[in-house]
């Protein structure tokens, strides 16, 4: 670890604030020692990795047959998937997450080292993605977060290294690789473009990280033209926004053409904004064929929506963002099961669809539903991690970071609120956002570098 944080550390430029190089260290060794036996219990724990449906086998799918999906989800996880698929196994596909999940802490111990901050402080920042159970499910799990995660806090690890035309081209291109494993990463392309016009770092660096990022975004969106007849990165967003639109829409207000009225609120009631999507009482849902071929119609309809209602529009964004502060979780939507522990117990496949089947035969035969395994599942179900440390600190954090807003911290924001303005609150769906504001809130007490 010592020998890690010290070629890390090579060169600091003048005036930038340093530290021993082996103080502290042992500190977080610990820890990150204590994180990966933690994961070795979690694989150990469990006979297989956890596959949700439906996104765990779209993205399995996608990767046996590589092109851009028209539903919801780019195609960057699946090529990640692809790179793994010649050991067909998904178990394995979760112990590289969970040294994706190690990786993510080591990167932010050493950028607050870096910063100037105290060895404790530093170990303290990386505590959640080491110890909390979200972060352990998610890595176990046939899902993007954790590859969205070490995307993110690299970019974010590169930029604040050192500004340089090289450091900015390179967080510009794991910018890019965030968007296509998730669309809603797109957007911190142009809020990494500001820091860096704040910084007043010069053109070379702005173009360097504008020319990386954007020009995989563009070949990919000319790839998914080629498959789907329009020029976009997924062909969900517009279906999104209408989900959103629906918990607040008035078509008495809104006074909608006769083509976007059949798309108006009719009585279906879910208990979260994305269940419309698959309401199949829902007005989108009714006017058959493949939901996301009435992208567009669904767009402009939620366009309509909010520029009717703005006022509506932001308070139910406000809503949703109060949902992870309660002391208890809370389940939104309620079909989604929990992430704030390690369950003991036995769960099955959805196996009436054929997909799963489909899958099994052609990535991994020994697909099955998660199990746990004794004696491991006494550690998992006895894991100590309250979830006033999962959900209220994560507002700390955000309010602490307020003291002196960085970049991670503005990402963590975007994060948090970009998902529930696109379409609805999921505890999946903030996570990424947790390490950010890690790094914001800790950055906040951070030395004030010389310039």
Not at 342 to 351: F, N, Q, R, T
Request: with cysteine; hydrophobic share 55%; proline share 8%.
């Amino acid at each position: 670890m010592d020998l890690l944080v010290m070629l890390l550390t090579r060169s600091v430029p003048t005036g930038v604030a340093t530290l021993p190089r082996r103080s502290g260290h042992p500190a977080f060794a610990v820890l990150l020692a204590a994180g990966a036996l933690l994961r070795i219990v979690v694989m150990l724990g469990y006979e297989s990795a956890e596959l949700f449906w439906y996104d765990s086998f779209s993205y399995l799918d996608t990767a046996l047959h590589l092109k851009p999906s028209g539903a919801f989800h780019p195609a960057g996880y699946p090529a990640f998937l692809a790179v793994l698929s010649p050991f067909g196994s998904v178990r394995l596909i979760a112990g590289v997450q969970h040294g994706l999940g190690l990786g993510v802490a080591v990167l932010t111990y050493a950028l607050m080292r870096r910063r100037g901050l105290p060895a404790w402080g530093a170990c303290l920042a990386a505590v959640p993605v080491l110890f909390d159970p979200a972060f352990l499910r998610i890595e176990h799990a046939i899902l993007s977060e954790s590859l969205l995660i070490v995307l993110l806090v690299g970019a974010v690890t590169v930029l604040l290294w050192r500004l340089s035309v090289v450091n900015a081209a390179l967080a510009g291109v794991l910018i890019a690789c965030a968007g296509l494993v998730r669309s809603a990463a797109v957007p911190l392309l142009g809020l990494f473009g500001l820091y860096l016009l704040v910084k007043r770092t010069g053109w070379r660096p702005l173009v360097a990280l504008l020319i990386a990022g954007g020009l995989p975004l563009l070949g990919y969106a000319a790839w998914f033209q080629q498959h789907h007849g329009r020029f976009a990165l997924s062909g969900a967003d517009g279906v999104s926004l209408w989900a959103r639109s629906m918990t607040f829409a008035d078509c008495a207000r809104i006074r909608p053409p006769a083509d976007l009225a059949r798309l108006c609120p009719n009585g279906t009631v879910v208990d979260a904004a994305s269940e419309y999507v698959w309401a199949p009482g829902a007005s989108l849902n009714r006017l058959g064929g493949d939901r996301f071929r009435h992208n567009a119609l669904a767009r402009r309809f939620a366009l309509a929506a909010i520029t009717a209602q703005p006022f509506d529009y932001v308070a139910d964004i406000a809503r949703d963002a109060t949902l992870p502060w309660s002391l208890t979780p809370v389940a939104h939507p309620k079909r989604v099961p929990s992430l704030t522990d390690l369950p003991v117990g036995s769960w099955g496949l959805p196996e009436q669809f054929g997909l799963v089947a489909k899958v099994r035969a052609e990535y991994d035969p020994s697909i099955r539903g998660v199990s746990s395994v004794e004696p491991w599942s006494k550690l998992l179900g006895a894991w100590p991690w309250p979830y006033v440390l999962h959900g209220p600190i994560f507002l700390v954090m955000l309010a602490a970071g307020l003291r002196r807003p960085s970049l991670p911290w503005a990402v963590g924001l975007f994060l948090y609120l970009g998902p529930i303005a696109a379409m609805d609150f999921d505890h999946r769906y903030m996570l990424p956002s947790v390490p950010l504001a890690c790094l914001g809130a800790a950055l906040a007490f951070a030395p004030v570098r010389s310039k």
